[in-house]
């Protein structure tokens, strides 16, 4: 939702602010690439560890297996080196970066129901993308929730819009729609779940910070760690629960006693993903921008 909002508002403003699509690409390589291949590379030592440094079938097949995850597990996250549930070891967490990466290159296409008129070179990009997203099967009720931000990128574009969304029933509204998803449903990808997140995230994108929550500076902070956070928690937990502790061990505790384990690593998640947001996503922010200002 988040990246369906800041990209379609791209495409609503291009006719004041014409997308340089070469620019567009290079921002978003370098935001998204450095973290990731951080985490593949601590993934892939962890698959080492629990292989005992052996190789479990040929070369080629491996070396097969970890081009599918560099390739951002567009193709797939198979196993690595015949361990079991590698994606286990990120939490199953890259599913999502694939779709991004599909939605990404679908923008060119998206652009021309904004009346806009990309390059050749940019169409090819579109045309690819649609490739892929048929190659990879996407399910459409993920992509589908993409244009929950294109809903919420065309509302805050209404001055009356902003006004309601900032008002305290919006505040409740909001808290209303999440709490009901969460309580009554296991997916937040049904129809149903999908509208109430849809209602939530506009009158937010709206301007509404639920009752200063989301304007206080531990927020703010915690959001700019979000993608760390998103991408160390499996690590973190899988590091945890299998070197850590025992296995064994886990499956006597208590509710309580979980739960308070998670709690202590909280902490200690934020630590990490502080690091690794001023030492590997900045530096990355950064060095894509100033080469994208490059780019003609």
């Known amino acids: ?7 379609f508002t791209k495409l609503f403003d291009a006719h004041k602010h014409p997308i340089s699509w070469k620019k567009l690409y290079i921002s978003r390589i370098f935001r998204i690439a450095p973290l990731y291949y951080f985490t593949i590379a601590v993934l ?6 629990l292989s005992r440094g052996e190789l479990n079938g040929p070369l080629t097949d491996i070396r097969h297996e970890i081009w599918r995850w560099i390739q951002f597990t567009v ?5 690595i080196n015949g361990i079991e ?14 779709y991004e990466w599909v939605f990404y290159l ?16 940019a169409l090819f990009v579109g045309i690819l993308g649609l490739g892929i997203g048929i190659s990879m099967h996407a399910d ?13 990128a065309a509302l805050v574009r209404s001055d009356q819009f902003r006004a309601i969304a900032k008002r305290k029933i919006s505040s409740l509204i909001c808290i209303l729609c999440v709490v009901i998803t969460v309580e009554f449903f296991d997916s937040a990808y049904y129809l149903l779940p999908t509208l109430l997140l849809t209602v939530s995230f506009s009158i937010i994108a709206g301007g509404n910070d639920l009752f200063g929550i989301l304007s206080n500076s531990l927020s703010i902070n915690l959001g700019r760690l979000s993608y760390s956070i998103y991408l160390m928690h499996g690590l973190l937990l899988f590091i ?3 070197f850590v502790l025992s296995p064994i061990d886990l499956l006597s505790y208590s509710s309580d006693q979980y739960w308070l384990l998670i709690t202590v690593m909280a902490p200690v998640l934020i630590f990490i ?3 690794t947001f001023h030492f590997i996503e900045q530096p990355g922010l950064k060095f894509g921008v100033k080469l994208a200002n490059k780019s003609k």
């Open 1 to 7: 939702m988040i990246t369906g909002f800041l990209f």
């Open 106 to 121: 679908l923008l060119p296409l998206a652009s021309l129901a904004f009346g806009l008129r990309p390059s050749k070179k």
């Open 140 to 152: 459409l009720k993920l992509l589908g929730v993409f244009l929950s931000g294109l809903t919420a």
């Open 75 to 79: 193709f797939g996250a198979p196993n």
């Open 240 to 242: 945890t629960f299998n």
């Open 44 to 49: 892939l030592i962890i698959v080492a560890i």
């Open 85 to 98: 549930h590698t994606a286990l070891i990120v939490a199953g967490v890259t599913w999502s970066i694939a």
């Open 273 to 275: 993903s502080t690091l």
